[in-house]
């Protein structure tokens, strides 16, 4: 469940351990946004991963783990109840799906 008005979005978001439950976020039209994961989960680190070919015709969508320029994988260690930057390395992304080292969910606001 979210809310979006011009330029914003917010949603609730599955962060799973496998990455085939997690939700799938549209990142195309953002640019940027904040994390949060709600009080009651515990510290959790994510990795991001990412789509090319989410929306298009005849192919399966694949996600890979989305690397940084020096070709580390993006991850982000959060704890309940604060607010997070995402990671720059999401920009450009189309769709991104969060993988957690436990099973979580997150708030998530994205600006364009």
Do not use: W
Request: charged fraction near 20%.
């Amino acid at each position: 469940m979210g809310f979006s008005r011009r330029g914003e979005t917010m949603l609730a978001v599955v962060v799973d351990q496998t990455l085939a439950v997690s939700d799938v976020i549209s990142f195309e039209d953002f640019s940027g946004g904040t994390i949060r994961v709600p009080t009651g989960e515990t510290a959790v680190t994510f990795t991001y991963h990412a789509s090319v070919n989410q929306d298009l015709p005849n192919q399966t969508a694949v996600y890979d783990p989305l690397q940084d320029q020096n070709g580390t994988a993006v991850t982000q260690t959060v704890a309940a109840d604060k607010i997070y930057a995402l990671p720059d390395a999401l920009f450009g992304c189309r769709h991104i799906k969060i993988t957690g080292n436990v099973d979580a969910t997150a708030d998530i606001f994205l600006k364009s």
